[in-house]
């Protein structure tokens, strides 16, 4: 009897650099260094089955990744957290472990937004408030957005949820996921082009689930055992 299993982790400032493509392979070797039994995939070439829920762009911290993975049979979410939490590589924390039913969708299919913070030096908070207020009361938002056809004009004032900034700090919802998605690059590159400023630090703060036409962290999802 299988186990589904989602681990919560961060990324620090020391690897914020780290492609998508290199986090998912540190992440292999540190399930296969903890000795915890993953289970893989049939046929020629079996692979770890691992997929993350939303992954963070290059440049960008966050105190809320999910990797979501299975295990050949059931064990306590606590061993999980702990045996893997003592390799992995410095910058990455394992926050917590919990299960999910094996019948709910796959993360990555349900993510639909997710909560940034944007830091700014202290001097320029002022003008990029007044930016932000600029762009907010356009009513339309357009910028090149790359897509799997390459760049092209979209709107994106309906992917900004919310912005708020407090003192120097930028804090926003954007929409995330496989529908819908806009990076946080893609916002800071806007306030670059419209103010030649570009926040020192992004960091991700939440993810969200679409769950009953409700968003919630993947956490309080009904589906968690």
């Given amino acids: 009897m299988s186990m589904r299993a989602v681990i919560k982790f961060s ?5 914020k650099y780290i492609s998508h ?19 893989y995939s049939e046929g020629y ?47 990455c924390e394992v926050l917590e472990a919990f299960e999910l039913s094996e019948q709910y969708p796959a993360l990555m299919s349900v993510v639909s ?28 938002i357009i910028i090149m957005k790359k897509s799997k056809k390459g760049f092209r004009p979209a709107d994106i004032k309906p992917m900004l949820h919310e912005m ?12 995330s996921g496989g529908q819908v998605n806009l990076r946080p690059d893609a ?20 993810v969200y689930i679409e769950e009953k036409g409700m968003k919630i962290c993947p956490e309080q999802s009904e589906a968690r055992l």
């Fill in 45 to 91: 070439h079996p692979h770890m089955l691992l997929s993350f829920a939303l992954a963070t762009p290059v440049g960008v911290a966050s105190v809320c990744e999910y990797a979501e993975t299975y295990f050949e049979y059931p064990m306590f979410c606590e061993e999980i957290a702990q045996r893997l939490g003592s390799v992995m590589p410095g910058g």
């Fill in 21 to 39: 493509l290199d986090m998912l392979r540190l992440f292999q070797r540190a399930l296969a260094r903890s000795g915890l039994k993953v289970s």
């Fill in 187 to 206: 916002l800071d590159g806007l306030i670059f082009k419209e103010m030649g400023l570009k926040a020192e630090n992004i960091v991700r703060t939440a």
């Fill in 11 to 15: 990324k620090s400032e020391a690897v």
């Fill in 164 to 175: 708020k900034m407090r003192g120097n700090v930028l804090s926003c919802t954007l929409a």
């Fill in 113 to 140: 937004a997710a909560d940034y913070q944007f830091f700014y030096r202290p001097e320029n908070a002022e003008a990029v408030s007044q930016c932000l207020n600029e762009i907010s009361s356009r009513p339309e």
